[in-house]
T-cell receptor, first 115, second 116 residues
Framework: AQKITQTQPGMFVQEKEAVTLDCTYDTSDQSYGLFWYKQPSSGEMIFLIYQGSYDEQNATEGRYSLNFQKARKSANLVISASQLGDSAMYFCAMREAFGNEKLTFGTGTRLTIIP | KAGVTQTPRYLIKTRGQQVTLSCSPISGHRSVSWYQQTPGQGLQFLFEYFSETQRNKGNFPGRFSGRQFSNSRSEMNVSTLELGDSALYLC???????????????FGPGTRLTVL
């Protein structure tokens, strides 16, 4: 069974600093996708970045990058130059292949940016 | 392009009642998934519908059911509500082509259900 582990329940970071949110996963599948979502207090899940298991390069989307280490089964999210608007819950999620839309989520990390 | 919409946004029910939540996916999206989010259990997958067929189901009792219409709109129903059903129910749609794992899921704002 798939499992996502986020070991940081909460983090406090100074504005403009970079922050790394940890995510490790467990799966027996060779083909899978890893996602990061942001959930502000409003509740809506906002897609941030995606990494495929066969992607050779780490994914980047603006200030977001993913530090993908396949052998260690980790997919850490790096946010550069943090902003006050980055304060939110962040979830790592995984999906297996072949027409299965089911996402398995981690428990999340609450990030608070300090001015 | 309009995003995923969910109605109602907030709902208060009493134990034993039943409730129906609605989700309208992004235009052109044929897959709709439902998730339950609670402080204790986190985000859990309920079920996914694709072309009016339930394609995958999570580990929830039969009181939780859903359906999808020909226009891809989806509803989920919870019968005989229990206190533990209080949660944020999130709907997500994706432009699935069948086997892609890159298909991004776009989430709606959720329906917050409170069971008294």
């Amino acid at each position: 069974a798939q499992k996502i582990t986020q070991t940081q329940p909460g983090m406090f970071v100074q504005e403009k600093e970079a922050v790394t949110l940890d995510c490790t996963y467990d799966t027996s599948d060779q083909s899978y996708g890893l996602f990061w979502y942001k959930q502000p207090s409003s509740g809506e899940m906002i897609f941030l970045i995606y990494q495929g298991s066969y992607d050779e390069q780490n994914a980047t989307e603006g200030r977001y990058s993913l530090n993908f280490q396949k052998a260690r089964k980790s997919a850490n999210l790096v946010i550069s130059a943090s902003q006050l608007g980055d304060s939110a819950m962040y979830f790592c999620a995984m999906r297996e292949a072949f027409g299965n839309e089911k996402l398995t989520f981690g428990t999340g990390t609450r990030l608070t940016i300090i001015p | 392009k309009a995003g995923v919409t969910q109605t109602p946004r907030y709902l208060i029910k009493t134990r034993g009642q039943q409730v129906t939540l609605s989700c309208s996916p992004i235009s052109g999206h044929r897959s709709v998934s439902w998730y339950q989010q609670t402080p204790g259990q986190g985000l859990q997958f309920l079920f996914e519908y694709f072309s009016e067929t339930q394609r995958n189901k999570g580990n929830f009792p039969g009181r939780f059911s859903g359906r999808q219409f020909s226009n891809s709109r989806s509803e989920m129903n919870v019968s005989t509500l229990e206190l533990g059903d209080s949660a944020l129910y999130l709907c997500a749609s994706s432009l699935t082509t069948g086997t892609g794992i890159r298909n991004e899921q776009f989430f709606g704002p959720g329906t917050r259900l409170t069971v008294l």
